[in-house]
């Protein structure tokens, strides 16, 4: 079996994500997805990639993954070469598991889960779906949520947090959802380059902790995520604050590559550190290990290296007795190939999963997803991945579509 062509689909409403695509000689198609930059990303794949790949047998996935792996720049962080390598594993997971008729989940040892938690992260129906957007500069204001703005669905998530947190809580728990992420002191990080936070906007930061914790008390689980926005002074004092709300983790409270602010974080709160989406590989993952700057690793599979390098960051996480979590604040791909791997994981503690997203968007892209329910996540079943994208995507007036072929 012959790699023939590699194909990218990007769509101009949903800037932020690439598809893949890996055809076959045997008619069999892998598919994969990567989030972030998706020009840069597709530019790799074309120009270095495709190269490569073209011709070679698509079963040989840890050859190409160390092939990949040992390009001169951009290989040992979540960079464009990263980003786009993740996908084409995906997309080789996907085309191993259809020659097998497998599941990708029995292909990595099978379930040692028949479900597995889910916690909502708060973000709504145009987190993604949006044009004119440039993430590298946006702000949280920038999302253009105020109490009056129009929802298109139930479930407004990222303007219930913010200002309705009590009746979310309330919301996911009626579905069985027993855990949920929110980031309300973004906008506090923002207004200071993370350099300070006064009293005044600490106490309206803690508000929706306030408003859940009355609501529904500690029947629910409050993740909370700093997007990396804080210097270390303001992160333990958030830190401090946070408390007596009891929250699940605090996400990337500094930057996720400041090794040592992190670990001086872990030594002074009592509240677990959890790190991070955008770390790659596992040598990265060693380093947070080593210094016990993180109690909870949160892998994504689509920027740490894909499904075989996440298996392996897990395992490594396992043998030092720390939880994982795999991250999917992204596409259906992702969120499909994250179930799959955090069925079979020993060590994982939840799935991350947007029911905006999985309810909405996602079903207007791909075939098929895992199904969500009573608060848990049941992998997909049927060969590969389980699912593909919709023909219809590939005729859009938004899409750009690039071939390589041998």
Request: hydrophobic fraction near 45%.
């Amino acid at each position: 079996m012959k790699i023939t062509s590699v194909e990218t689909l990007q769509l101009a409403e949903f800037p932020f994500l690439l598809w893949l695509r890996l055809h076959t000689d045997a008619g069999l198609i892998g598919t994969g997805e990567t989030f972030f930059a998706a020009g840069p990303v597709a530019a790799y794949i074309h120009d270095n990639v495709a190269p490569y790949l073209v011709g070679t047998d698509p079963r040989n996935m840890e050859l190409h993954d160390r092939k990949l792996g040992s390009v001169y720049v951009g290989a040992r962080d979540s960079g464009a070469e990263m980003r786009g390598n993740s996908a084409v594993n995906l997309a080789l997971w996907d085309i191993y598991g259809q020659v097998l008729g497998e599941p990708v989940w029995r292909l990595l040892g099978g379930r040692t889960h028949e479900t597995v938690p889910i916690y909502n992260t708060c973000a709504g129906y145009r987190h993604i779906r949006a044009t004119k957007r440039n993430a590298l500069f946006e702000r949280t204001e920038d999302w253009s949520l105020r109490p009056e703005a129009a929802g298109e669905g139930p479930y407004e998530d990222l303007l219930a947090f913010r200002f309705n947190a009590d009746k979310l809580a309330e919301s996911l728990l009626g579905e069985g959802i027993k855990a949920m992420k929110i980031w309300p002191f973004d906008v506090a990080a923002e207004a200071s380059n993370g350099t300070r936070i006064a009293g005044p906007d600490l106490d309206q930061a803690l508000e929706p902790f306030r408003k859940i914790r009355a609501a529904v008390g500690n029947a629910m689980e409050i993740m909370v995520e700093l997007h990396g926005l804080w210097t270390v002074p303001c992160a333990l004092r958030i830190a401090a604050a946070l408390e007596p709300f009891g929250p699940a983790w605090l996400e990337e409270p500094v930057r996720f590559n400041e090794l040592d602010g992190l670990a001086e974080l872990a030594r002074h709160t009592s509240i677990p550190i959890a790190t991070s989406e955008r770390l790659a590989t596992r040598a990265a993952f060693r380093q947070i290990i080593d210094r016990r700057a993180a109690s909870i690793i949160m892998i994504d599979i689509a920027w740490c290296g894909g499904l075989s390098e996440a298996r392996k960051i897990a395992n490594m996480a396992e043998a030092c007795e720390l939880p994982v979590t795999l991250h999917d604040c992204t596409g259906p791909i992702v969120f499909a190939a994250s179930c799959a791997l955090s069925a079979t994981l020993p060590n994982v503690n939840y799935q991350e999963a947007v029911r905006a997203y999985f309810t909405g968007w996602y079903r207007e892209v791909v075939d098929r997803l895992p199904e969500v329910a009573d608060g848990a996540v049941t992998p997909l079943d049927g060969p590969g991945l389980g699912l593909a994208l919709k023909p219809e995507v590939f005729e859009r007036p938004d899409a750009t579509i690039r071939v390589s072929r041998l």
